[in-house]
Structures are given as C-alpha cells and as structure tokens.
C-alpha cells in the first residue's frame, strides 16, 4: 500500500509548495528561513497523514521556545534616553515578531549578572539582544560572551567582541557636515559634548562623543577649517530627567564657553538636546543661527519644536534595531550563520542633513 504522507501529498494538504515541505522535513527551515507558521503548518499537515510521530517530534523540539531576550538598563526607555533606544528597541522587536518570535524584554541586567545569566533567564530563550556600551547600566559584557546561545549587540561594546555588533557609523555623515560648513564660508569649528557618566568598578564604555570629535577634528583638517571642542560637566540628573531639565543643565554649564563660543562661526553639538541649549544660550546674547553661526545637532530627535530648524545628523535607529534582529534570527535558525557573523561589526550610515540653522 503506498504511503499516505508523500511529500506533494503533504504539499497539498498544507496549501504550501513542495520545495517548502521538503525543506521543512529536512530540517532546513531556519536556513531557507521559512516562516514559523509554515512550518507548524506543514508539521500538522504530515501528522494527520501519518508521518512518524518521532521524525515530527524532533522537528518541533528544534523549533526551540521561539523567545529571545532583549537586555537592556530600565532607564533607557523613559526620560531622555527613550529617544534613542526606543525606535531602535521597536525596530529590533518588530522584525522578531514577524518571524513569529517572542521578545523577554529584561529591563533589570543587574539582576541577571547575581544570578547568573543562565540561572535569570533559565532555558526559555533561544538568544540573546543586548545593548553594548549605552544605557549606563555597566552590565558586564563578560557574562554575555560566554553565552551558549546566539548573542547580539545593539551599539558599540566595551571590547572587541567574538560576537556580531551592529552600529551607527558617523564617517560619511561627518564628512558632509564639515563639506557644507566650508562651502558656506565658516571657518571656526567648534565641537561641544558632555562628559560620559561614569560608574564605579565597571569598566569604561567605549565614549562615543571622542569619537564623533576625532572625525570631526580630520576632516575639518582636510577642509582647512580651524577646529576647537570642549568637554562640559558631568551630568547629574539621570536617565530619569525630562528634556527641558536637561537642556536647562547644558544652558547652565554653556555660560562657561561663551567666550569661546563667540569666536566660532560653526558650533556641533553631541546631541540636539545640547543643540537646543546653545541655540537658546546664543540668542540670550543677541547671536542667532544662521546668522552669526552655523548650528549642528547629532540625532535629529526633536525637530519638531525647535526654531530655526536645527540641521542634524540622522541616526538610522529602527534600522540598527531591525538588523539586530534580523541577525539575531539568523544565527538561530541557521547553524553555517555562527562563521558568517562571528567578531563581524555591521555598519549602518547616518545621514547628515542640512537645515535653517546652517
């Protein structure tokens, strides 16, 4: 008698192709990455005509538990912080859950580093999303290189990491910032950022803002522009703080710089937050952009509420999170993806874009 499971029979009564029910039986789902549903599809499909329970059984169980764990520090998705890791949060999440996956948010790392990373977060996840050097929480990024499962990071890390990291690279948005500042006769740079926050026994995170300033300084350099930059106070409200408490603390630290703010025909600031605060620090002594200087933020977040409109850089945020994800997805279900990405960093490209205030 022939065998009621054959594979076009199984195709038919899934309402799937065959080459997608063979790939599913072979167990090479993930690797064409067939949709979850799919595959439960067509698991259902072959139990109802008889295929061995055992061969159906082991399919499921490679599923895994279809959860992954999204770490982060519970500050960053309230106060001024949410304004970075949310729309990269909701970017990482929206991919995840279009495979059919489910996201453990952990909000609280300080928790799983005492009781061990293993022990918090038990066998219900098949990998790992963290960000590296940002939140302020000092996770240790240790912890997480020793992880069985699949891991990603989101953002810089503390060191190299044998794991794949996806980031924001500023180079070419730079670049352009500096092409446009010399094309529209400014002269005089200057750079402003705000001092890392700094934790005690946690190594130092990777500082993003001497980073933005080294590039700054090269192609300023290229250009022939003069270039300065300042480091302002530590700041001490916390990721709790509101946007207009913060903005008002860079306006109070800025009234230091003033006498070298007024020689620069050109100020950058690390964020528009601190964009916001020189715009209205300036104006308090009759300097407006663009009339007196060209003003630049880096994150393009609030432009809404900002006059003049603030020129910024763009960070690609839902992309950074959805590639996360996307990779994420791949060293899950697809075991040849492990050399593809191992100690790879993924480099998105931030837009610099030309506004009123420039």
């Known amino acids: ?7 076009s029979a199984i195709a038919e009564r899934a309402g799937l192709s065959q080459a997608t029910v063979s ?23 072959a139990r109802e005509l008889g295929y061995p329970a055992a061969a159906l059984d ?15 520090d519970s500050q960053c998705l309230i106060g001024h912080s949410r304004d970075w890791f949310g729309p990269s949060t909701g970017g990482a999440i929206d991919t995840l859950r279009r495979s059919d996956v489910h996201v453990l948010l952990c909000s609280d790392y300080h928790r799983f580093t005492t009781l061990g990373l293993d022990q918090g977060l038990s066998r219900r996840v098949d990998g790992v999303l963290a960000f590296g050097s940002m939140g302020g929480s000092g996770w240790s990024q240790v912890d997480l290189e020793s ?49 890392a926050r700094r934790l005690a026994g946690v190594p130092q995170p990777f500082n993003e803002a001497d980073e933005r300033g080294a590039l700054l300084r090269a192609a300023c350099h290229a250009h022939g522009l003069a ?4 480091i302002i106070a530590e700041q001490e409200l916390g990721g709790l703080a509101e946007l207009r408490a913060i903005r008002d603390y860079y306006r109070q630290q800025l009234q230091r710089l003033r006498s070298r703010t007024s020689r620069a025909d050109a100020i950058i600031a690390y964020n528009d937050t601190l964009a916001h605060a020189v715009l209205l620090d300036g104006h ?6 663009p009339r007196d200087y060209a003003l630049i933020g880096i994150d393009d977040h ?8 603030l020129s910024s850089i763009r ?8 590639e996360s994800g996307r990779i994420l997805l791949e060293l899950i279900t697809d075991s040849t993806a492990a050399d593809r990405h191992r100690g790879r960093e993924h480099c998105l490209p931030a837009t610099f874009i030309a506004r009123a205030t420039s």
């Open 227 to 230: 270039f300065d930059q300042s």
């Open 58 to 72: 082991r399919l499921l169980a490679d599923q895994g538990s279809r959860c992954v764990a999204l770490l982060l």
């Open 147 to 195: 992880q069985s499962r699949p891991v990603v990071f989101m953002h810089r890390t503390v060191t190299p990491s044998r794991n794949p990291v996806v980031r924001v690279d500023f180079t070419d948005a730079i670049a352009a910032l500096v092409q446009h500042l010399a094309r529209s006769g400014r002269t005089r740079v200057f750079y402003i950022a705000p001092q």
């Open 1 to 7: 008698m022939a065998k009621r499971y054959t594979q």
């Open 315 to 322: 960070q690609p945020l839902a992309e950074l999170g959805s």
């Open 302 to 309: 609030h432009n809404d509420f900002i006059e003049p409109a």
């Open 284 to 289: 308090e002594r009759g300097r407006d952009a």
């Open 23 to 45: 790939r599913v039986l072979a167990g090479q789902a993930g690797r064409h990455r067939i949709a979850h549903r799919s595959v439960l599809t067509v698991i259902e499909a």
